[in-house]
């Protein structure tokens, strides 16, 4: 299995990020995927989850209105757009696999190698 980000960077406050996520090896429309993050020093903490069809999404407190996640079963890649950053949004953004949706990072299956995303004040 293979979760491959993409989409990373230096951004300003205020601006916006689409990060991506391509799956491989594994029946992808059979999981539910979702984005945690990563500051240096701290937990990896739970962004945002969309189960197998999209129908259903779900988001951090930190992040709701301003991050959306979304799946394109037929690519095989889960999106996470984000708008208004701030400072605060610094971190390595990782991208997980689970059968149910998840918001606790030890019960992924499966987790990409990660994007850094830097954003300046």
């Known amino acids: 299995v293979q979760l491959v980000e993409s989409g990373g960077g230096l951004v300003q406050a205020g601006g916006s990020l689409r990060l991506s996520c391509a799956a491989s090896?594994?029946?992808?429309?059979?999981?539910?995927m979702g984005w945690f993050r990563q500051a240096p020093g701290k937990e990896r903490e739970f962004v945002a989850a969309?189960?197998?069809?999209?129908?259903?999404?779900y988001y951090a407190d930190a992040v709701k209105g301003r991050f959306t996640i979304s799946r394109e079963n037929a690519k095989n890649t889960v999106y996470l757009q984000m708008n208004s950053l701030i400072p605060e949004d610094t971190a390595v953004y990782y991208c997980?696999?689970?059968?149910?949706?998840?918001?606790?990072?030890?019960?992924?299956?499966?987790w990409g190698q990660g994007t850094q995303v830097t954003v300046s004040s």
């Open positions: 090896g594994l029946p992808f429309n059979v999981y539910a």
């Open positions: 969309i189960s197998r069809s999209g129908g259903n999404t």
């Open positions: 997980a696999a689970a059968l149910t949706p998840v918001t606790i990072a030890t019960m992924a299956d499966y």
